[in-house]
């Protein structure tokens, strides 16, 4: 599968933006969506994750109450709308997919990640 994420852009403190992740190839539907950041100097870390299954989303701490992730296996597409971002928030975000997380703890391991997108940069100015 491979990924492509968009959506990224300039934005004040407390403004809100929606990236996507569009999918190509087979089998959409058999793979986990995960967000991760990167800012500069620093490790990626994980953002949010949307498992096979309905109701099957998970956060990072920094993002619960100010995200939502959802996806729509029809259009293999995966959305991350981020609300009240503040400029720690300022990162490049890569989705990335895998066919074997299976819970929580696994979609928060980057190893378990075998495709990548190209990543999309969020700019939070203060």
């Known amino acids: 599968v491979q990924l492509q994420a968009c959506g990224g852009g300039l934005v004040q403190a407390g403004g809100s933006l929606r990236l996507s992740c569009a999918a190509s190839g087979r089998a959409f539907r058999d793979y986990g969506v995960g967000w991760f950041r990167q800012a500069p100097g620093k490790e990626r870390q994980f953002v949010a994750a949307?498992?096979?299954?309905?109701?099957?989303?998970y956060y990072a701490d920094f993002m619960k109450g100010r995200s939502t992730i959802s996806r729509d296996n029809t259009k293999k597409t995966v959305w991350l709308q981020m609300n009240s971002l503040k400029p720690e928030d300022t990162a490049v975000y890569y989705c990335?997919?895998?066919?074997?997380?299976?819970?929580?703890?696994?979609?928060?391991?980057?190893?378990?990640?075998?495709?990548w997108g190209q990543g999309t940069l969020v700019t939070v100015s203060s």
């Open positions: 990335a997919a895998s066919i074997n997380a299976a819970s929580g703890p696994d979609y928060r391991r980057r190893d378990l990640y075998g495709h």
């Open positions: 949307v498992g096979r299954s309905v109701g099957a989303d």
